[in-house]
Structures are given as C-alpha cells and as structure tokens.
C-alpha cells in the first residue's frame, strides 16, 4: 500500500493557492505530518482534505 505523501508547496500547486495560506492552514490547525524527510513535512490525503475545507472556510468568512 503506497500513500502520496505531498510537501505544503505540493499541496499548494495541488489547491491553486499561495503556499503561505496552505502554511497558515496547517498552523491553525495544527496539523502534524505524517512524517518528515529533513526539515521537509510530508502530509497524506486525509490532512489534504482538512487543509482544503480551512481554506474553504477562510473564503465564506471573508466572502470570496
């Protein structure tokens, strides 16, 4: 069983979003990687739908 495990500049692209929202969204949260290679953080599909429905939630707040 093979996970795709994405970077927050991944998740970004991914989303078509700043990849300073993503990282801000992953603070909020507090969302922990899954693991990390180096300094990098690595997130699974499950954080990548909470990541998404953050975002969503920042746009109705601020009526986008």
């Known amino acids: 069983m093979t996970q795709n495990l994405l970077t927050i500049g991944q998740i970004a692209e991914l989303l078509e979003e700043q990849p300073s929202r993503v990282a801000y969204i992953v603070s909020k949260y507090r969302l922990k990687p899954v693991c990390r290679v180096g300094i990098i953080r690595l997130f699974d599909e ?4 909470a990541i998404k429905k953050g975002l969503f939630d920042i746009q109705i707040r601020r009526g986008y």
């Open 46 to 49: 499950l954080q990548i739908k």
